[in-house]
């Protein structure tokens, strides 16, 4: 009997498929090979102790067999000292509430796998899954399986105790593979010693109403998007504040980043990390841009962040450019470019609820800088897109450890008016 020609070609794409995925095997190195551990970090309370790492793609494969960094997954490791006279209970959900049980991880990565391999494997992951009691004086370690973030992983311990008695632990764990843009900026040799003005509080509002008004391009015969932001505050006390509210770090530019960039743009998909582009202050791109993605890569807020040659309070300053992505056009200049919404004064405020929400500010408040251009009157940026803006740039200051709504200043500068005005 021959079989009709559909039915063939089914067949044997069939036993492709089955030839493919019976090579697949269960296979893991022993965890102390694997360095994750040297990158650890330990925090204290009293008489408990917790270290926490984060596994990079590469460390997922050799320590639990599966690339599991392609779903979507990240394993957090932790170890939970407890010299304390009573017992205390680990809440997973205080690092993701969208964390994954270990047997659901091993489910998405079993194809392929015989019956036996896949009880081992359900085993192996259920086994290195952290317990979630830890009695008086006892250790525990183990993994939480969490939603993937690249680059810089912000996530609390919280522990409970006897007693109602609640401890939690705040971490901020840098995690290999992201080519993040500001690492490959030297900020000790940005500027000398001696280039560094300090201002007291009266000198110090002047000196930001004369910081340049906008952005440039790389020769610096052209104006851009206008410097709407100052961050005060230490350059660790800044980057948490942004991580914790949720802003990524971006990429450089290189062949994997600008062909996920590419495919965001064509299919309209979500890429945390994209690249942004150079813009010029001090004679130089920025040194640090973050960016929060939100439903595609074509609708996004991001900033631009250069590090200024002052000091106020003792804290550095940065000064910043922030708009929002609202989607793309195509330009004479770049061929494809992002269209700003020409409201920049509402993404600068939205940055200033942002981070209140998120308990990253000590105080706020608004000066001039940069230059009224009503709704009637608008600017240009450097690709073209007209913005307009009452002329005030935020200050913030701002805090690498939570503070409440009822704790932050405003600071009676300026107050901020709609520019709505044609005149």
Same mark, same amino acid.
Not at 256 to 268: E, Q, R
Not at 302 to 309: E, Q, T, V
Not at 347 to 350: A, G, K, L, V, Y
């Given at each position: 009997?021959v079989?009709?020609r559909?039915?063939?070609?089914?067949?044997?794409?069939?036993?492709?498929i089955?030839?493919?995925t019976g090579c697949a095997?269960f296979?893991?190195?022993?965890?102390?090979?694997?360095?994750f551990?040297?990158?650890?970090?330990?925090?204290q309370q009293?008489? @408990?102790?917790?270290?926490?790492? &984060?596994l990079?793609?590469?460390e997922?494969?050799?320590?639990? +067999?599966?690339?599991?960094?392609?779903?979507?997954?990240?394993p957090?490791?932790l170890?939970?000292?407890n010299?304390?006279?009573?017992?205390?209970w680990?809440?997973? @959900?205080?690092?993701?509430p %969208?964390?994954?049980s270990?047997?659901e991880?091993?489910?998405m990565n079993r194809? +392929?796998?015989?019956k036996?391999?896949?009880?081992?494997m359900?085993?192996?992951?259920?086994?290195?899954?952290?317990?979630?009691?830890?009695?008086p004086?006892?250790?525990?370690?183990?993994? @939480?399986?969490?939603?993937?973030?690249?680059g810089?992983?912000?996530?609390n311990?919280?522990l409970? +105790?006897k007693?109602n008695?609640?401890?939690?632990?705040?971490?901020f764990?840098? &995690?290999?593979g992201?080519?993040?843009?500001?690492?490959n900026?030297?900020?000790?040799?940005?500027?000398?010693?001696?280039?560094?003005?300090?201002y007291?509080?009266?000198?110090?509002?002047?000196a930001?109403?004369d910081?340049?008004?906008?952005?440039?391009?790389?020769?610096?015969?052209?104006?851009g998007d206008p410097?709407?932001?100052?961050?005060?505050?230490e350059g %660790?006390?800044m980057?948490?504040a942004?991580?914790r509210?949720?802003w990524?770090?971006?990429?450089?530019?290189?062949g994997?980043?600008?062909?996920?960039?590419?495919?965001?743009?064509?299919?309209?998909g979500q890429?945390r990390y $994209?690249?942004?582009s150079a813009?010029?202050v001090? +004679?130089?791109?920025?040194?640090?841009?973050?960016q929060?993605?939100?439903?595609s890569i074509h609708?996004?807020n991001?900033?631009?962040?250069?590090?200024?040659?002052m000091?106020?309070?003792?804290k550095l300053?940065w000064?910043?450019?922030?708009s929002?992505?609202i989607?793309?056009?195509?330009?004479?200049?770049?061929?494809?470019?992002?269209?700003?919404?020409?409201?920049?004064?509402e993404?600068?405020?939205?940055l200033?609820?942002?981070?209140?929400?998120?308990?990253?500010? %000590?105080?706020?408040?608004?000066?001039?800088?940069v230059?009224?251009?009503?709704?009637?009157?608008p600017?240009g940026?450097?690709?073209?897109?007209?913005?307009?803006?009452?002329?005030?740039?935020?200050?913030?200051w701002?805090?690498?450890?939570?503070?409440?709504?009822?704790?932050?200043?405003f600071?009676?500068?300026e107050i901020?008016?709609?520019?709505? $005005?044609?005149?």
């Open positions: 009997m079989m009709p559909r039915t063939s070609v089914l067949a044997i794409w069939l036993l492709v089955l030839a493919v095997t296979k893991t190195q022993p965890m102390a090979e694997i360095p551990k040297e990158r650890a970090q330990t925090q009293g008489d @408990v102790r917790v270290t926490a790492s &984060v990079s793609a590469e997922c494969k050799a320590a639990f +067999g599966a690339k599991l960094y392609k779903k979507k997954v990240q957090v490791w170890e939970i000292e010299a304390e006279e009573g017992p205390l680990f809440l997973p @959900v205080g690092i993701d %969208e964390y994954f270990p047997l991880v091993a489910y194809s +392929g796998l015989s036996n391999e896949k009880r081992q359900d085993r192996y992951f259920h086994e290195h899954g952290i317990e979630k009691y830890i009695p004086g006892e250790t525990k370690s183990g993994f @939480v399986f969490t939603p993937l973030d690249e810089t992983k912000h996530f311990v919280d409970i +105790g007693g008695r609640f401890l939690s632990f705040t971490f764990v840098s &995690v290999p992201l080519k993040a843009d500001h690492q900026v030297d900020f000790y040799t940005l500027y000398a010693e001696d280039d560094f003005v300090s007291d509080a009266e000198s110090f509002r002047k930001v109403e910081l340049p008004c906008c952005t440039a391009n790389k020769a610096g015969a052209e104006q410097l709407n932001l100052v961050i005060i505050g %660790e006390d980057f948490r942004f991580i509210a949720g990524d770090e971006t990429e450089t530019i290189y994997a980043s600008a062909w996920k960039t590419s495919k965001s743009f064509l299919f309209g890429y $994209s690249p942004i813009l010029h001090f +004679g130089r791109s920025q040194d640090i841009a973050f929060k993605a939100r439903g609708e996004r991001h900033l631009r962040l250069w590090l200024a040659p000091l106020f309070e003792g300053v000064l910043g450019q922030i929002r992505d989607g793309v056009r195509w330009t004479t200049k770049t061929i494809i470019t992002h269209k700003i919404d020409p409201d920049v004064d993404t600068r405020d939205f200033i609820q942002d981070l209140l929400y998120s308990q990253g500010v %000590e105080k706020f408040g608004y000066v001039k800088g230059g009224k251009a009503p709704i009637g009157a600017r940026n450097l690709t073209g897109d007209p913005y307009f803006t009452d002329g005030l740039r935020v200050v913030l701002v805090s690498g450890e939570p503070v409440g709504f009822a704790d932050v200043e600071v009676e500068w901020p008016r709609e520019a709505k $005005s044609s005149n």
